[in-house]
């Protein structure tokens, strides 16, 4: 394992090593034929595998992650029992101190063992900050999570892991300041809005002028439509009354007035034309005629005490009554006459 400390200074860590291949190294001689190789066991650890979701949280950028904990605590299950382990190594390690933080990059490789011996090995870059001892440990955490996730393709509760790591760097004071004085900014702009001074209440129109807020609209009442919906008379009479004690205009005035005349000439042309219309004409055809025929049967089955009339009438006709035409009902009703006459 290399470390490389870089001087203390504002430039930016050299660029880690370029991340080699996957390399895989055959099983040992001696080893079992029939022993699974890694690749397979890798196969049956994917499908024995837990999801992992965003469990934890960053309080401070408030924001869910998934931590290299339930990382490693879904996949140590699957591995033991199919007999997987990783071997980790840092390849490379820069580290570069900026201020208060302390940066760190780094390049894993990572040695897949399978039960037969054989390995696949592959190489993770990690990228951390820190403003203690810490950055080179969250790297290798980050690294091995995310070797993790992209090897055994780990099922997860969203549509991507690209999550964040669980710490990122504070704001540096530039932007600490910048943003308070935004928030200052702001607030200033606020208090001048809450006092701006507001209008006379005798310099406001009354409710006969055009209003250009909707809500100034809404609040004064309307005179003409009250007119307008008044049922009586006397209703109108406090209308007026009300927009004449509110200020209103003689104009504004006069418009109710015209409401009122308006008003009472309709009323006076509707009384005319109900006093003028022609008396309806009595109702003729084959059904008024039906109407008046089945009245007079029933009349008469009512006085000769015959309670069964539409049963005899439709044993007799092969119809309702409801559907007989004026001349049946007419002739059962004589038979009936005629039978009350005889039995008298």
């Known amino acids: 394992m290399t470390v490389t400390a870089l001087p203390?200074?504002?430039t930016a860590p050299r660029p880690s090593a370029p991340v080699a291949a996957?390399?895989?190294q055959p099983a040992p001689a001696g080893a079992p034929a029939d022993a699974p190789r890694v690749f397979t066991a890798i196969a049956a650890v994917m499908r024995d595998a837990m999801p992992v979701g965003k469990n934890q949280r960053n309080e401070q950028q408030n924001y869910k992650f998934r931590g290299i904990d339930d990382v490693m605590s879904a996949m140590a299950g699957p591995m033991r029992k199919h007999g997987v382990f990783i071997l980790p190594t840092i390849a490379d390690h820069a580290q570069q101190r900026d201020g208060k933080m302390t940066r760190t990059v780094i390049t894993m490789r990572y040695s897949v063992y399978g039960p037969a011996g054989d390995c696949?090995?592959?190489?993770?870059?990690g990228e951390a900050f820190d403003f203690a001892d810490k950055a080179t440990n969250k790297a290798q955490s980050a690294a091995l999570k995310y070797l993790l996730f992209t090897l055994f393709m780990l099922p997860v509760d969203g549509r991507s892991i690209d999550d964040g790591d669980r710490d990122h760097p504070e704001p540096s004071p530039?932007?600490?300041?910048?943003?308070q004085e935004r928030r200052q900014q702001r607030a200033q702009q606020r208090q001048q809005r809450?006092?701006?001074p507001r209008r006379s209440s005798r310099a406001e129109p009354g409710p006969w002028e055009q209003q250009p807020q909707q809500e100034q609209r809404q609040q004064r009442p309307d005179y003409l439509a009250a007119a307008q919906a008044a049922a009586s008379r006397a209703e109108f009479d406090k209308v007026r009354?009300?927009?004449a004690k509110a200020g209103a205009p003689a104009d504004y005035l006069d418009r109710l007035d015209a409401v009122l005349a308006q008003k009472q000439k309709a009323a006076q042309q509707g009384q005319q034309g109900e006093r003028t219309a022609p008396p309806s004409a009595p109702a003729t055809g084959p059904e008024a005629a039906a109407a008046e025929a089945e009245q007079a049967l029933r009349l008469a089955a009512s006085r000769a005490n015959l309670p069964t009339l539409d049963a005899d009438f439709e044993r007799v006709y092969g119809l309702p009554i409801d559907q007989a035409p004026a001349a049946q009902l007419d002739q059962f009703r004589k038979k009936i006459e005629a039978a009350a006459g005889g039995a008298q």
Do not use: W
């Open 8 to 10: 203390l200074h504002t």
């Open 120 to 125: 696949l090995v592959a190489e993770v870059p």
């Open 194 to 196: 809450g006092q701006q």
């Open 22 to 24: 996957p390399i895989y």
């Open 241 to 243: 009354a009300a927009a």
């Open 174 to 179: 530039e932007h600490r300041a910048e943003v």
